[in-house]
């Protein structure tokens, strides 16, 4: 009887002791990442330095619309007559007239602004991020179109099936506040 | 004509070519005479970090919750409660994303990948539910995880599972976490987000193949007790283990166990281990050179796993960008294959060495090699424990809930005649009859 209980008590240690190991090795986990990790949070986001518009981000996202949108620096854009993101490779005609538009679903508003500039912006509602614009602005024109993740709309997955998708790499996570990276125009 | 903008560009500015290749300005951008000013790119914001620690804060209050219901409360109803409460919340509300089961892959990363970090609030939702097992068993399972409450929400008609299969399928859950780990250390993959079954739901945007995952998961959910958390979880392997250790536990009866036997069938995730009987003698010998037998095969099995699963880098290394590329590249520069690819073309335009490229790819496939070992060897590992304890058998007197299999539903209590006395329903019950 006295060695039945010796036995249990036995289990019972190597239980407790085992147990202390586990909560010991979660401490240790615990201690690794609080040295390790950040505050604060990361999110995805296009690297236009790397992005060659190859049109991932338009399907490959979990969404319906893809949380990638095209957004327009301003400041680096030569307001042209003929831009090569909004106007298709033979239009027809210089016109905004939609079978002379590069962009499928017609997202880009040219509007006049004085002779001879154009001022270009994109409907956000309509861009579904397939970054044709942004092909045609970087081969022809300034690059000033380039594809980001809009941080409002996306869902922050940990693992980004665009970023799977991506072939040049520039899908990448960045620090939460500082969530865009934008192209500047640098006037060195 | 992007050469000529360059050198025309990289002429009026010689010094500084490097610095502004991207900024090519074949047009000035112009001086407006009409006061029009250029509006700037907005830059909606993410959602702020605040809000991911009231997930952490939500995921703390629901384990403590869904501890007390089932240890303390003993109901089952209140249980149910709490579990669409965190499928709506973690599931719906949350959109699946951040979720412990996933954090796996990013905790392997940051122990092995010096340039990743964790944001602390995916290290608090991958410790949290282990704290809490380690106390008080599976209680993440039972109502926090929006997974596990999918699949027992659809449990309709329960139809047990056979011991032989119940183990054997339970293996892929090992498997699969080997995996996982393996393709998160060496930074190709993480697998268990991208064949998580139910995120489509939460999302409700159908990538078709996970669609179809989910559903054959929520189909045989219907009969068989959560097919996900049984037989594929890789957080649940983990969460396993730690439960045998638990401090406290869920138990069927909140008294003494009377063996009446009713709850016997209620469990219907077979964790439920009925009473044994002592071993005849001649079988306990017989068994005994069993297991001396599967203790030398232990060694064996987890050198047959390491070198097969080794043996393979070249097609596990796959998973890695980086291998396909330079497989890719490799097959286009010895005219094996024609035409290019996006990869392929992204790759030519950065101007990066091949050889640079091929010496990256035999790294990874060097780690691949290293890692096959490790992970066949775990899996050998795990066989060999699963045949060892097969072969050794615990006397056992009461109907409990197995430690590791128990994921504290809380579905066997009201089958308990004593925790009728205990709630004083029992005259009820004798009256009505």
């Known amino acids: ?188 | 004509m992007i050469r000529f903008g360059h050198i025309i560009f990289g002429l009026a500015f010689l010094l500084s070519l490097c610095a502004v290749v991207s900024a090519v300005e074949r047009f000035p951008p112009p001086e407006f005479e009409s006061g029009y000013e250029r509006p700037s790119p907005t830059t909606p914001h993410p959602r702020q970090d605040i809000y991911e620690y009231i997930d952490a804060a939500v995921l703390l209050a629901a384990l403590l919750v869904s501890s007390y219901l089932a240890l303390r409360k003993r109901s089952r109803r209140a249980i149910f409660i709490m579990m669409v409460f965190s499928l709506l919340y973690f599931g719906f509300w949350r959109k699946g994303c951040v979720c412990p089961i996933g954090a796996v892959a990013n905790i392997v990363l940051s122990v092995f990948d010096r340039s990743y970090t964790v944001p602390i609030v995916v290290g608090l939702f991958f410790l949290l539910p282990l704290v809490f097992t380690l106390l008080f068993g599976r209680t993440f399972c039972a109502a926090v995880c929006p997974l596990g409450a999918m699949q027992d929400l659809v449990l309709l008609r329960p139809v047990p599972v056979p011991n032989w299969a119940e183990s054997g399928l339970r293996l892929f859950a090992y498997v699969y976490l080997g995996m996982a780990v393996l393709f998160a250390a060496t930074g190709s993959a993480f697998v268990i987000c991208r064949y998580d079954p139910f995120v489509s739901f939460f999302r409700l945007s159908w990538n078709l193949n996970v669609l179809i995952l989910g559903a054959c998961f929520l189909l045989v959910g219907v009969f068989i007790g959560r097919p996900y958390c049984r037989f594929v979880c890789p957080y649940g392997v983990i969460l396993r283990q730690l439960s045998r250790l638990s401090k406290w536990r869920v138990a069927i009866t909140p008294d003494e166990c009377v063996q009446c036997r009713l709850c016997e069938d209620s469990c219907p995730f077979g964790a439920i281990k009925v009473p044994t009987t002592a071993w005849p003698v001649h079988e306990y010998n017989k068994s005994k050179k069993t297991l001396v037998f599967l203790i030398i095969l232990l060694p064996v099995l987890m050198f047959i796993g390491g070198w097969m699963a080794s043996g393979v880098r070249m097609v596990t290394s796959r998973m890695h960008e980086t291998v396909r590329l330079a497989e890719r590249i490799y097959l286009e520069d010895t005219g094996k294959v024609e035409g290019t690819t996006n990869a392929s073309l992204a790759f030519r335009a950065t101007g990066k060495e091949v050889k640079e490229l091929y010496e990256e790819a035999s790294n990874i496939r060097a780690k691949f090699g290293l890692g096959g070992w490790l992970f066949g060897g775990f899996v050998g590992l795990v066989i060999g424990l699963k045949l060892i304890g097969l072969s050794v058998r615990r006397q056992r007197k009461d109907y409990e809930a197995d430690r590791a299999s128990c994921v504290a539903c809380g579905r066997c209590f009201e089958y308990c005649p004593k925790e009728h006395v205990r709630l004083k329903k029992a005259k009820e019950i004798v009256g009505k009859s």
């Open chain 1, 1 to 188: 009887m006295a060695e039945d209980k010796n036995s249990v008590n036995r289990r019972h240690f190597l239980k407790d002791s085992l147990w202390g190991a586990c909560l010991a090795g979660l401490g240790g986990i615990a201690g690794f990442l609080s040295r390790k990790s950040k505050r604060t949070n990361t999110v995805w986001q296009i690297d236009p330095e790397k992005c060659i518009a190859c049109g991932n981000c338009a399907t490959y996202c979990v969404l319906e619309e893809s949380a990638v949108k095209c957004v327009h620096a301003y400041a680096m854009c030569g307001y042209c007559k003929i831009c090569f993101g909004f106007f298709g490779p033979e239009p027809f005609d210089i016109s905004e007239a939609a079978e002379n538009q590069l962009c499928p679903t017609g997202a880009i508003k040219r509007t006049f602004v004085e002779d001879p500039y154009y001022e270009y912006t994109i409907d956000e509602k309509l861009c579904n991020g397939c970054g044709k614009c942004v092909k045609g602005c970087n081969t022809f024109g300034n690059g000033s179109l380039f594809l980001q993740v809009r941080q409002d709309r996306c869902l922050n997955c940990n693992e980004c099936s665009i970023a799977v998708a991506c072939p040049s790499g520039a899908h990448k996570r960045v620090p939460a506040d500082k969530p865009y990276l934008l192209k500047k125009v640098d006037h060195a």
